[in-house]
């Protein structure tokens, strides 16, 4: 037991005991900073993911509920929802064709606004699900007709006489046509090209006279 002690008295004289005790330190700080590095760079990557924006899915544009056909100051479509002030354009399906602006004044059942409504030919325009409503309009005639886009996410432009307009925001313009049927005028909007593959929408006005078909 006393050579024991006498080494450690040894060590301790020769001064070896202050050289351990000054290490120590140096060994926990260096554990410290070691585990402290990954935790701040975990906590980095987590503050990156959670501050990059998030990419807005993009909107979809409904054509059941957004395309209608109109004839004079009154635009037919499937959606019987639509406020007063909501903006339209009109795409007048003549030769050439033109946009006019309009907004929704109200909804009607007046034949004198709306011809569709006549006696002899509500009977086939007015369909479950079809609203009618008077247009506020400034160059729109009573013969004028053809397709209103409500709140257009493009604004509809002319080249070479037709009206595009990019609704599906996807890089693809969309056309417009109006054909006589024997009995009324046929509504379609297409993709690219006209009477291309199948329409994206289609309505169809009933005038109740015969007429000379012009639809392909």
Sequence with gaps: MERKQDGIDSITNGRRLPVLIFYRPLLLCGAIAILLIPAASCRKAHETRTTQPVAAAPATFTFAERIGWFQGPCLAISNSHLAQGTSVALVVTGEPQKIQPARILEPTTSATTCKALLPDRAKTNATPGVAFYALETTNVGAADMGIGIVEPPAAPAIADGLARADLLRDG???????????????????TAKPYQGDPRWSGYDYLGYDMQPTCP
């Design 172 to 190: 693809q313009s969309e056309v417009f046509t109006s054909c006589a049927t024997s009995e009324g005028i046929k509504f379609a909007v297409w």
